[in-house]
C-alpha cells in the first residue's frame, strides 16, 4: 500500500480523526434527505477520497456503484410500465440512495487504504469498545485494501492462463467466472480475514493491559481544521435542507 506523501495534509491526520469523518458522515446522511446537501457532501467526500491518491481504486468503486445504478434504474423504468404511479415519486428518490452510498464509500475507502490495522485497533481500543467490537471492526476496516489486492493476483493469473477479465468475459462464460474468479476470490477472503484477525491478537490486542505508544499521537491544526470543517458542512447541510 503506498504510502501518504508528508506534504500531503490528509497524510497529518490522525487515524481518531479519519473515523470521526466516517462517523459524522454517516449519520449526517441518515436525516439529509434533499437532493443538493447530498450532492455538496458527495462532492465533498470525493475531494477528500482524493486526496489520498489512491484514484483507481476509487474510479473502480463508483464504477461498481455506477452499475448497481444503471441496474436500479433498468428495473424501475420496467416497474414504472406495470405502475406508472411510480414515476411520479420524482427522479431524487431513485438518485438519493446511491448518493448515501457514494459518500460512505469515498469516506470508509479513505479510511481503509491509508490506515494500518494495529493503528485502528489502539484507537478503537481507547474509546474503550470491548474486544469482540473493536477486533471485527478493524478487521473489517483493513480487509479492503486486502481484498482488492487479492482481486489483482487473481486476475493476473488468469491473464497468465490465457482468459481476459473483462465485462464481455463476465457475461458470456459466467461458469468460468465462478470457476476462475469467484471461488479462488472466496478463498483467498476468508484466509485474509483470518490471517488479519490472528496478527492482530498476536500484536496483543486482546490484552487487558492499556497499551502505550512510543510517541503518543496528538490532534494537530491538521485534525482539529478537518474535524470542525465535516461538523459545519454535515450540520449546515441539514440546516440547508429547507433552502435547497
Given at each position: ?12 491526520l490522525d487515524i481518531r480523526t479519519r473515523m470521526l469523518i466516517c462517523l459524522v458522515c454517516s449519520v449526517g446522511i441518515i436525516f439529509i434527505q434533499s437532493y443538493g446537501a447530498l450532492i455538496v457532501m458527495t462532492l465533498a467526500s470525493l475531494g477528500y477520497a482524493l486526496a489520498h491518491g489512491r484514484l483507481k481504486v476509487l474510479a473502480v468503486a ?183
Amino acid at each position: 500500500m503506498p504510502v501518504l506523501s508528508v506534504n500531503n495534509p490528509v497524510a497529518r491526520l490522525d487515524i481518531r480523526t479519519r473515523m470521526l469523518i466516517c462517523l459524522v458522515c454517516s449519520v449526517g446522511i441518515i436525516f439529509i434527505q434533499s437532493y443538493g446537501a447530498l450532492i455538496v457532501m458527495t462532492l465533498a467526500s470525493l475531494g477528500y477520497a482524493l486526496a489520498h491518491g489512491r484514484l483507481k481504486v476509487l474510479a473502480v468503486a463508483w464504477c461498481g456503484v455506477g452499475v448497481m445504478f444503471g441496474m436500479a434504474m433498468a428495473c424501475v423504468q420496467i416497474m414504472v410500465v406495470f405502475w406508472p404511479g411510480l414515476g411520479e415519486s420524482g427522479l431524487s428518490t431513485f438518485i438519493n440512495p446511491f448518493l448515501r452510498v457514494l459518500i460512505l464509500v469515498n469516506t470508509i475507502l479513505a479510511l481503509a487504504v491509508s490506515s494500518r490495522i494495529q493503528d485502528i485497533m489502539a484507537s478503537l481500543k481507547s474509546f474503550g469498545l470491548p474486544f469482540f467490537i473493536y477486533l471485527p471492526t478493524a478487521v473489517m476496516v483493513r480487509f479492503i485494501p486486502e481484498f482488492i489486492n487479492d482481486v489483482k493476483l487473481i486476475r493476473e493469473s488468469m491473464q497468465i492462463k490465457g482468459f481476459r477479465p473483462g465485462l464481455g468475459f463476465v457475461t458470456f462464460h459466467p461458469f468460468l467466472v465462478i470457476r476462475l474468479l469467484v471461488v479462488p476470490l472466496t478463498i483467498r477472503a476468508l484466509r485474509s480475514a483470518d490471517t488479519l484477525s490472528v496478527a492482530a491478537e498476536l500484536k496483543g490486542m486482546d490484552s487487558a493491559v492499556r497499551m502505550t505508544r512510543i510517541s503518543p499521537n496528538r490532534p494537530n491544526v491538521w485534525d482539529i481544521t478537518a474535524a470542525v470543517s465535516v461538523l459545519l458542512l454535515t450540520s449546515g447541510s441539514i440546516i440547508a435542507e429547507g433552502f435547497l
